[in-house]
């Protein structure tokens, strides 16, 4: 069973630049979650689709923004990048979070933006 | 807004020795999780928590929530290399259907 695939796995930018990112999610799962990872913030919840809508957003400015197709393929995008974005981008997958019982979340290996 | 709180945030093992990680929530869950991430790595599920009471145990980690005390526990027992890594607990917020993580604890088995 494939697990959750995002691409790319590193890439650099610069500052006013946008990127985007996909994520792959394991088959039969239907949400997708996306965090933020750095060393001085930790893990931060950006946003969550599920059946392409936007269930949930974090704390975070409006140019980061994301997607979820039909397939329950994911992208996020930043817009009008800054050096702090620089951190390590993580999807995730499971059934439907809101449900009762355990519900994991499987992480992807994630993308490393690095900003310049 | 629901928060989460690690401690020790780093914890310098020696191999054989037991130590404990804690893992306070300041807000009502039905969900707790711990993961595991290696340097570089993605994060890799170790345990889902969801009732008071529960203890989930897998070789050497032992994980436990008490949901009236908003704590779980990391037990680990006879701290061998491998398990040097960074472990996160991370709570659900049920209004919000996201994960928010502790800071994560570094912890380093040195022989």
């Known amino acids: 069973k494939a697990g959750v695939t995002q691409t790319p796995r590193y890439l650099i930018k610069t500052r006013g630049q946008q990127v985007t990112l996909s994520c792959s999610p394991i088959?039969?799962?239907?949400?997708v979650s996306w965090y933020q990872q750095t060393p001085g913030q930790g893990l931060q919840f950006l946003f969550e689709?599920?059946?392409?809508?936007?269930?949930n957003k974090g704390n975070f400015p409006g140019r980061f923004s994301g997607r979820q197709f039909s397939n329950s393929r994911s992208e996020m995008n930043v817009s009008t990048l800054e050096l702090g974005d620089s951190a390590l981008y993580l999807c995730?997958?499971?059934?439907?979070?809101?449900?009762?019982?355990?519900?994991?979340?499987?992480f992807g290996a994630g993308s490393r933006l690095t900003v310049l | 807004e629901l928060k989460v709180e690690q401690n020790p945030l780093f914890l310098s093992m020696q191999e054989g020795k037991n130590y404990t990680i804690y893992c306070n929530y300041s807000?009502?869950?039905?969900?707790l999780y711990w993961y595991r991430q290696d340097p570089g790595k993605s994060l890799e599920s170790l345990f889902v928590?969801?009732?008071?009471?529960a203890v989930k145990q897998e070789g050497r980690l032992m994980a436990s929530l008490d949901t009236k005390a908003r704590l779980s526990t990391l037990h680990i027992t006879a701290a061998v290399h491998d398990l040097s890594a960074t472990y996160f607990c991370?709570?659900?917020?049920?209004?919000?259907?996201?994960?928010?993580f502790g800071q994560g604890t570094i912890l380093t088995v040195h022989p």
């Open positions: 995730a997958s499971s059934l439907d979070p809101n449900t009762s019982g355990a519900n994991v979340l499987t």
């Open positions: 689709y599920f059946s392409e809508t936007q269930r």
């Open positions: 088959s039969g799962h239907r949400s």
């Open positions: 928590l969801l009732s008071n009471g």
């Open positions: 807000t009502t869950s039905d969900r």
């Open positions: 991370a709570v659900v917020d049920r209004s919000y259907g996201k994960l928010t």
